[in-house]
């Protein structure tokens, strides 16, 4: 085997499809390779080829994501990860994803994270859980938003085209920065989402989308006509609330479709207030909860002083005999190499899970992912790393 890793080129993009696709279990067609290449910086994908054969893809996204107190630091997305069944457990996916990490630390991008499509592989290449997903069901026949609750006739209308594009891009942007984990969308990826988006999905009919002021929601219909009885499934794809009212009344909205049997989705954080607002709280049910994002800290000086803290304090953790003291608090935080006793000992990739505040030092604790001084010390740092609103991200990279 001649194996050779190198940066992928324009003239790699089909191939690259091609063997991810192959690797995934499905295939694109010309056309949406066409549509999805401009959303693909290759000079951030590598590649390894064998004997002219691409074997095994990654890359990443230039993004900015949201940490604890509402700071932006740049991140790589890193994505398209896939190696063949011909050529695994041979070390090829490990060194192709090091050199994609290699060009993220090049670019000065502090973080990178990624969406696992196995919960085993991640954890030795450094990356840890910083979120989770929720997978919901609501059956709208048996609850409906609280009468106090319900918005004004007129305040939800229904958008398309360059106006959805508008509202994907600026309420997007509000809306990301009011929750840790969640990453920017810029007017050139809403550009090629929207039509994506507006074509059927297998059974799902194209993308609707509700406009509010201050948010929106996308969605799609599966249509189950049960011979006169329907019950068409609603699936939402993505809900951006800035304020408690454009929630309230998108979801007012939402459960008011006619003809909708089941809204399901796995875009509501796990600490959504939806079932407060509802006549029925135990109408919105969690069917299912998975590992969200996975973190990797490239810079911890960066990431760790750039969020804040819940309360002021100095915590030192050692990851993989490296030390870092910690300092700050709700005004902001310095994070530093050092040399002192470790408060708490772990590895880089649980070190790297507690950058968004939703892993807490007991759980890895609990787990065994992690070893605490004493308990006080295990006290404090749940408390100094904790944040007020779950880390959540909608978007899929």
């Not at 398209?80 to 069944?85: E, G, N, P």
């Not at 106090?148 to 997007?172: F, H, K, L, Q």
């Amino acid at each position: 085997m001649t194996l050779e890793i190198r940066t992928a080129t324009d003239n790699d993009w089909e191939s690259i499809c091609r063997a991810d696709g192959r690797a995934f279990g499905f295939g694109y067609t010309d056309a949406e390779m066409a549509e999805r290449r401009p959303l693909h910086d290759l000079s951030r994908f590598r590649i390894a080829v064998d004997n002219g054969e691409i074997v095994s893809t990654a890359g990443s996204y230039a993004l900015d994501v949201t940490l604890p107190g509402g700071v932006c630091v740049p991140m790589g997305g890193v994505t398209w990860v896939s190696t063949l069944a011909t050529h695994r457990r041979q070390g090829i996916m490990r060194q192709v994803v090091e050199a994609v990490h290699a060009d993220i630390d090049s670019r000065g991008e502090p973080l990178a994270t990624l969406w696992a499509s196995e919960g085993s592989i991640y954890e030795h290449l450094g990356y840890g859980i910083a979120s989770q997903v929720r997978m919901t069901t609501i059956n709208p026949r048996l609850a409906s938003m609280g009468a106090e609750y319900r918005c004004e006739p007129g305040s939800v209308r229904y958008i398309d085209g360059d106006a959805a594009i508008d509202a994907m891009t600026d309420t997007w942007e509000r809306f990301r920065r009011c929750r840790t984990g969640e990453v920017s969308h810029d007017h050139a990826y809403n550009e090629v989402v929207y039509p994506l988006r507006a074509r059927p999905d297998g059974a799902m009919s194209g993308a609707y989308y509700l406009s509010h002021a201050d948010g929106y929601a996308a969605y799609r219909i599966e249509q189950k006509w049960n011979t006169g009885h329907p019950a068409h499934i609603l699936h939402l794809i993505e809900l951006a609330a800035v304020t408690p009212e454009a929630h309230a009344a998108l979801w007012h909205t939402l459960l008011s479709i006619d003809l909708v049997g089941e809204i399901r989705s796995n875009v509501i954080a796990s600490d959504d207030p939806l079932p407060f607002l509802l006549d029925n709280q135990r109408a919105l049910r969690t069917i299912e909860l998975n590992d969200g994002i996975w973190a990797n800290v490239r810079d911890p000086a960066i990431c760790f002083g750039a969020r804040s803290y819940r309360c002021s304090d100095r915590l030192v953790i050692e990851a993989d005999g490296k030390r870092w003291a910690i300092e700050g608090g709700p005004d902001g935080a310095s994070c530093r190499a050092v040399r002192t006793r470790p408060d708490l000992l772990t590895t880089h990739a649980w070190f790297s899970a507690l950058l968004y505040g939703g892993t807490l030092p007991s759980t890895l604790v609990a787990g065994r992912r992690m070893t605490a001084r004493n308990a006080d010390v295990l006290n404090r740092a749940d408390l100094f790393f904790g944040t007020a609103l779950a880390p959540h991200c909608q978007s899929h990279y």
